[in-house]
């Protein structure tokens, strides 16, 4: 049932457009046509006047809601977005706030060492802390202008460039502290625990890739 999603798509725009600007584009990787949408189930249809965020863990517990979001520095950012099925798209513009906008507010443990991002839906998926801090990884509300399509991960989307997209949790709803690594739902399957597009680290090695 999870095969579908470690095949290699064909190609939709050939090399030669991967190459006009093949120094942005990974390793195995290639241009898609349009925003194609990548999600594992439903796509959950949350309002911003129901949609609430929770941190647990290594920290101090607490809840926000859509107004104290927003209530934080918004941001444009563009950013190239690379899916491990070997699609990646340049220059998506997003609007959001700052993962260290945000973390400003939270009262971490010295132990936190790994976060898991949890979202509607279910769906989870694990990062190092180092890797989560970052200035360029935000909380995304907006692309192209617009507001973020459920399909997308609206209302809010977590985006993480630099890492495979399977990390830029969409619907997400909360941030767990931890000490020690947790793996995330594909993670679990198969997926490497990182996930760097321009080091290929697509699979983890226990999955016999
Ligand atoms: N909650 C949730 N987030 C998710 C996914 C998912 O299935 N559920 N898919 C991931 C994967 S594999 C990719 S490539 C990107 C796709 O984002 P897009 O559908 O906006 O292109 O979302 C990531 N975030
Ligand atoms: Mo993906």
Redesign the pocket.
């Known amino acids: 049932m999870l095969g579908k999603?470690f095949q290699k798509p064909g190609k939709e725009e050939g090399d030669g457009a991967a190459n006009a600007k093949g120094d942005r584009v990974p390793p195995g990787q290639h241009l898609a046509k349009g925003?194609?949408?990548?999600?594992?189930?439903e796509t959950?249809q949350v309002s911003t006047e129901e949609w609430e965020f929770r941190v647990w863990g290594l920290a101090k517990s607490a809840t926000f809601s859509w107004s104290d979001f927003m209530a934080l520095p918004q941001h444009e950012f563009t950013a190239d977005?690379h899916?491990?099925?070997r699609w990646s798209?340049l220059d998506v513009k997003w609007t959001g706030i700052k993962v260290t906008d945000f973390m400003s507010l939270i009262e971490l443990d010295p132990k936190v060492a790994h976060v898991m991002e949890h979202?509607?839906?279910g769906?989870t998926?694990n990062i190092s802390v180092e890797d989560f801090l970052r200035e360029e990884n935000f909380f995304a509300f907006k692309v192209f202008g617009e507001d973020l399509p459920s399909?997308?991960?609206g209302p809010m989307?977590l985006v993480v460039p630099h890492l495979?997209?399977?990390?830029?949790?969409?619907?997400?709803n909360g941030l767990e502290f931890l000490a020690a690594e947790e793996l995330g739902?594909?993670e679990r399957n198969g997926y490497h625990r990182r996930g760097e597009p321009w080091a290929e680290e697509r699979y983890s090695n226990a999955f016999g890739i």
């Open positions: 999603y925003f194609p949408v990548l999600t594992y189930g959950p977005f899916c491990v099925t798209k979202c509607y839906g769906y998926t399909e997308h991960g989307r495979y997209a399977w990390k830029s949790a969409k619907w997400i739902f594909w």
